[in-house]
């Protein structure tokens, strides 16, 4: 049945008769083309191809016969050159197969070896030259993969810088106008982050809060009020990413897909000024972190000499082991649950409205803080929704340039940081007076 390739190869490649090298290639694929066009003509034969892929077995391929490398003791050849990227595993193949290994050339490192490069059936210059600008494409294309949504994501970057009207971009207020509402006028303050995007589009958070229309439609609303004593914050993600951190930059461009950007654009109000989410976000972030102990401190001033509700996730634990509060006039804490504590809402409400109004509530408990902090605002409270501002104060006070896990507190944004430690502090035992449970 495969006799006609035997003795085809018998006639057109004898060495002796025609003076000609015969080479016989390892690949079928595009390197294999490459390969070729290295080589010089007149000063070689084409013996054939080897594959290790079945299918192509005993086939023709460019004119010639694919063998399978079990039938390289029938064959006759001068050299096999490798025509693959995985060349490693082949050299080892052949050398199994009794193939000498000096009769053994890879394209992508045999131009290095100056006694192959020496052979006169190749176009040594061309070969390195061919074999870098392959390394040159490889490596461009894995950085376009890599890199894509650095790639996407820079068309904002730039028309951000150059305040190109044509894109859709949030303004916002600066911090120091931020805290001054808060402070001067009592404002509260209701965040926007992923989370309340996604639960407002329909999608699931399981880390925080499972779908819930009801949560959805609250928030729907939430975010359109125009009430100037309830500060509507959402993260400044969309333009310039000059004042993040490399690592935080890229966090954001990898979520600021043109999709999620659409998916904000439904609830964005052009139109209106936001304040910045990422004030409860000073510290890991921030680039330049001059001004962190100043924010820190703003945040103090709020609640200075104040008697302050927590409303917090079983293991949270804000201010614990560190001394956030230690300016307030008294603590008290109301735990819930810290997944899904939408579930609990009217239960948790009840429980808050118990409190002087003269008390401001702090809350860290996912999409249901910021839902929390408008309803208790309209009732004449001051509600601050304050996220991971604690986390952010126990890096900064550890000097650490990456969230890492506190062992007494949970610590959602760290592998393992769900595994919580003990708290027997008896000051924190003392400060809660209810414990809403799951």
């Known amino acids: 049945m ?7 190869r018998n006639i057109c490649f004898n060495a002796n008769k025609k003076e000609m090298i015969s080479i016989m290639i390892f690949g079928t694929g595009n390197c ?33 016969m694919v063998f399978p490398p ?3 003791t029938k064959l006759q050849f001068d050299y096999i050159i490798i025509a693959t990227i995985h060349y490693s595993a082949i050299i080892e193949q052949l050398i199994n197969l009794s193939v000498p290994e000096d009769k053994i050339i890879s394209y992508y490192t045999g131009y290095e070896s100056k006694k192959i490069s020496s052979l006169p059936f190749i176009n040594n210059k061309k070969w390195e030259r061919n074999v870098i600008n392959d390394y040159m494409d490889a490596r461009l294309d894995n950085y376009m993969k890599k890199n894509k949504f650095k790639i996407n994501n820079l068309i904002y970057e730039m028309a951000s ?10 303004r916002f207020y600066p911090i120091d106008y931020t805290f001054k509402k808060i402070v001067e006028e009592n404002a509260s303050v209701c965040r926007f982050g992923d989370g309340e995007f996604s639960i407002m589009s329909g999608e699931n958070r399981p880390k925080f ?13 939430i975010i359109k009020t125009i009430n100037s004593h309830i500060l509507i914050c959402i993260a400044d993600n969309y333009g310039s990413l000059e004042a993040y951190t490399d690592d935080a930059a890229d966090a954001i461009r990898q979520y600021m897909t043109a999709e999620v950007r659409k998916q904000h654009r439904k609830y964005i109000d052009i139109s209106k000024i936001y304040h910045d989410a990422y004030i409860t976000r000073p510290y ?4 330049d972190k001059k001004k962190t102990k100043k924010i820190f401190d703003c945040f103090k001033s709020i609640w200075n000499k104040k008697d302050i509700v927590i409303v917090e996730g079983e293991y949270t634990r804000m201010g614990v082991g560190n001394d956030l509060f230690d300016n307030v006039n008294s603590i008290k804490r109301v735990l819930v649950p810290s997944v899904n504590a939408f579930d609990k809402y009217d239960e948790i409400l009840e429980e808050i409205l118990k409190f002087n109004k003269k008390s401001i509530v ?10 929390l902090a408008y309803d208790l605002a309209c009732r004449g409270y001051q509600a601050l929704d304050i996220g991971h501002l604690d986390l952010e104060y126990e890096w900064y006070l550890m000097g ?21 430690s003990d708290c027997n502090d008896e000051n924190y035992i003392s400060q809660i007076v209810s414990n809403i449970g799951s």
Not at 52 to 63: C, F, L
Not at 211 to 216: A, G, P
Not at 401 to 412: A, E, G, M, S
């Open 161 to 170: 810088v150059c305040k190109d009207e044509s894109f859709f971009f949030p």
């Open 32 to 64: 294999s083309e490459r390969v070729e066009s290295i080589l010089v003509n007149g000063k070689y034969e084409l013996a054939g191809y080897l594959d290790n892929n079945p299918q192509k077995h005993y086939k023709i391929w460019n004119g010639y």
């Open 209 to 221: 809060q499972l779908i819930n229309n009801k949560l959805s439609k609250r928030l729907c609303e």
């Open 400 to 420: 650490t340039n990456t969230k890492v896990n506190i062992p007494h507190k949970y610590v959602n944004e760290v592998c393992g940081g769900e595994v919580v």
């Open 284 to 287: 890991i972030l921030r680039k």
């Open 2 to 8: 495969h006799t006609e390739p035997y003795e085809r």
């Open 362 to 371: 702090l809350i860290s408990v996912g999409p249901t803080a910021t839902v």
């Open 70 to 72: 079990k039938d390289i």
